[in-house]
């Protein structure tokens, strides 16, 4: 019986994917997977028994991926789950920066009652006049899950796109509209555009990238779309710049104490992946993850350890090997397995950057205490035999 713990809750479309070998449990403790959305891991304990933590969801700079590396705990994500989700999400945010349309909603609302509303409306309305979307330059930093939607959807509303990602997957590039400028250069890309939305994931080199230096370079009157993370932007130099009129809106999805409220900042309570679609998708990814890691030893989407998949495991007992990216480790476990006679039917061994993973089915007896040998040799951080 494995054990799941959900931090966030999950759509239930994707726990209910765990077939009767799983159950629930409410003490994090306890389980040997943990699913979680947007909850901070980062100063969690971490127990013995974590096989592996699975983010439904795209960003996971709540959770201390290094730290899971080193203790052999497999963190995966859901990439592009729920892009599409986000996509929407900025479309509505370009055209809530276009034209004051919660401005004039709002002004309806006080209106409530008034028998004149009709005519009043008419006088009225200019206040909340704004521009079209079409025949205006938008600029996406980071053509991923989301930004390829982004900067195709910008070519579909007749503006002209201009995309910048200087590590852009062939995946992603193959989906790209060919009506994209590529640019080269941030510096490039500030300087044209009229919206600039931002897509890329928060690091520590992405950190604060939209600050007073990048706003500079900018147009007078740029909308700014942060539908990545609230650290991406310096919010001090933003609150200047809506100030000064050189950003005229900054959209975001992250509402911090600083932006709640801002003249000029359209804050949404970070909805984008708040759709039934999103939700249901990322939560049966994340499942169907943990499920092919924990039933089969296969590791797919982890953003911590490589992919590797040996398939089905059948009838054959499989060795796993969570250890670090070093020489001489493959040749430690084999001498370890032939000393004992095993005979290895299949092995597969990746690494991605200093870790490492090795699978290996044997088809003949494997003593008891073989996990403990295994993890005994320098370098390896878990071992995980499945019967
Ligand atoms: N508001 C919300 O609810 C959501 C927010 N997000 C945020 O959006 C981010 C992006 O999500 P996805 O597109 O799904 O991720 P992704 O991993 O598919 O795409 C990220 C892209 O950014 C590029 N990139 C990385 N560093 C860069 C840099 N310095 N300059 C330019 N490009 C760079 C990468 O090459 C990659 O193509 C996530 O990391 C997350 O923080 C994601 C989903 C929902
Ligand atoms: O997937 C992401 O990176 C998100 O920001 C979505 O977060 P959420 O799952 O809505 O808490």
């Known amino acids: 019986m494995y054990k799941y713990h959900c931090l ?16 629930e449990t409410p003490e994090i403790s306890q389980a040997d997977v943990i699913l979680v959305r947007s909850a901070s891991m980062r100063e969690m304990e971490w127990q013995e028994g974590t096989l592996a933590v699975a983010r439904a969801g795209a960003g996971v700079n709540n959770i201390p991926c290094d730290v899971c590396a080193e203790k052999g705990i497999v963190v995966f994500n859901t990439p592009g789950a729920n892009a599409n989700g986000v996509k929407e999400l900025v479309i ?20 409530e009652g008034s028998g004149n509303i009709a005519k009043e409306t008419e006088k009225a309305k200019k206040a909340f006049a ?16 989301i930004g390829v939607l982004v900067a195709n959807s910008g070519v579909h509303l007749g503006m002209e796109v201009y995309g910048y990602d200087p590590y852009v997957s062939v995946e992603s590039a193959w ?23 931002v897509h890329v994931p928060a690091n520590e080199h992405t950190k604060g990238m939209i600050d007073a230096n990048a706003i500079r370079q900018m147009k007078q009157g740029v909308v700014i779309l942060n539908f990545s993370r609230d650290l991406l932007v310096k919010e001090e130099d933003m609150l200047e710049a809506m100030k000064e009129g050189k950003v005229r809106h900054y959209v975001t999805d992250f509402p911090t104490p600083m932006m709640a409220g801002a003249k000029g900042a359209i804050v949404i309570p970070h909805l984008g992946a708040s759709t039934e679609e999103a939700e249901d998708n990322c939560a049966k990814m994340a499942v169907q993850e943990l499920r092919s890691y924990l039933e089969h030893g296969n590791i797919k989407n982890s953003v911590n350890y490589p992919d590797c998949d040996m398939g089905f495991r059948g009838k054959n007992t499989r060795i796993l090997l969570l250890h670090h990216n070093v020489p001489n ?48 040799v320098p370098e390896v951080l878990k071992v995980r035999i499945i019967r």
């Open 329 to 376: 480790m493959i040749g430690q476990f084999t001498r370890i397995l032939a000393r004992d006679n095993m005979n290895i039917a299949d092995m597969a061994n990746k690494s991605k950057g200093g870790y490492a993973y090795t699978m290996i089915d044997i088809d003949t007896p494997v003593p008891e205490g073989l996990a403990e040998e295994l993890r005994n």
């Open 8 to 23: 966030n809750p999950i759509a239930k479309v994707g726990t209910d994917t765990f077939t009767g070998e799983y159950e």
């Open 92 to 111: 509505a945010g370009m055209l809530l920066a276009s034209r004051d349309i919660v401005g004039g909603i709002r002004w309806v609302e006080e209106k």
């Open 175 to 197: 989906k790209l509209s060919r009506n994209i400028h590529h640019t080269r250069s941030l510096e490039e890309l500030f300087q044209d555009c009229d919206y600039i939305s």
């Open 130 to 145: 704004g521009c079209e979307l079409v025949g205006k330059k938008l600029g996406v930093i980071g053509l991923g899950a």
